[in-house]
Antibody, heavy 123, light 106 residues
Framework: EVQLVESGGGLVQPGGSLRLSCGAS????????MSWVRQAPGKGLEWVAN????????FYVDSVKGRFTISRDNAKNLLYLQMNSLRVEDTAVYYC????????????????WGQGTLVTVSS | ILMTQSPSSVSVSVGDRVTITCRAT??????LAWYQQKPGTAPKLLIA???SLLNGVPSRFSGSGSGTDFTLTISSLQPEDIATYYC?????????FGPGTKVEFK
């Protein structure tokens, strides 16, 4: 069974940084695009970032461009999200998800999700 | 592409037939997925390609539609189906989700 396990969440002050990790197992990690999706408390789902299987292309939602960086280590089956200049509105549960190709390049749906890690941005 | 869902919530009883509608602001052909999220847990993919049920998803779930209008139907609601359901388009970048439909007991 595919497993995705996130870690690294916590409480951080506005303007601070945090790095999330996602460990993947039971599938060929290096052959899949991977994504981060977030959910603010009591709110809906928002796609955050996608990363190509070899790490050569990244896509971001406009609200995090220039502040967040998605990366991966295929040798260790790990996905990362480096979050800088954090804002109160970044408070959310962050899910790591395996991406499956949609119609246009860069568009995906998500067939497996981790359990999520909570990021709280507050002073 | 903006996604809308209706209703935003629905009160049901065991055995009810439940229909949730999802609408896209432009033609997304059949590039629509449905997810189920139970309280405190991660979303789970139920349906991809508007109507293809994932392995292990009970047959009481079905999806239909193409273009801009889609439906998720639960033919006979079971207690374990109480959840919030989200649609998501994967036709074009950026991927977008509907706001969700909460299915709860009367």
């Amino acid at each position: 069974e595919v497993q995705l396990v996130e870690s690294g969440g916590g409480l951080v002050q506005p303007g601070g940084s945090l790095r999330l990790s996602c460990g993947a197992s039971e599938f060929a990690f290096s052959t899949y695009w991977m994504s981060w999706v977030r959910q603010a408390p009591g709110k809906g789902l928002e796609w955050v970032a996608n990363l190509k299987l070899d790490g050569s292309e990244e896509f971001y939602v406009d609200s995090v461009k220039g502040r967040f960086t998605i990366s991966r280590d295929n040798a260790k089956n790990l996905l990362y999200l480096q979050m800088n200049s954090l804002r109160v509105e970044d408070t959310a549960v962050y899910y790591c998800a395996r991406a499956r190709r949609g119609h246009n390049y860069g568009s995906y749906y998500f067939d497996y999700w981790g359990q999520g890690t909570l990021v709280t941005v507050s002073s | 592409i903006l996604m809308t869902q209706s209703p935003s919530s629905v009160s049901v009883s065991v055995g009810d037939r439940v229909t949730i509608t999802c609408r896209a602001t432009q033609d997304i052909r059949n590039w629509l997925a449905w997810y189920q999220q139970k309280p405190g847990t991660a979303p789970k993919l139920l349906i991809a390609g508007a109507s293809s049920l994932l392995n292990g998803v009970p047959s009481r779930f079905s999806g239909s539609g193409s273009g801009t209008d889609f439906t998720l139907t639960i033919s006979s609601l079971q207690p374990e189906d109480i959840a919030t359901y989200y649609c998501q388009q994967s036709y074009s970048f950026p991927m977008t989700f509907g706001p969700g439909t909460k299915v709860e007991f009367k």
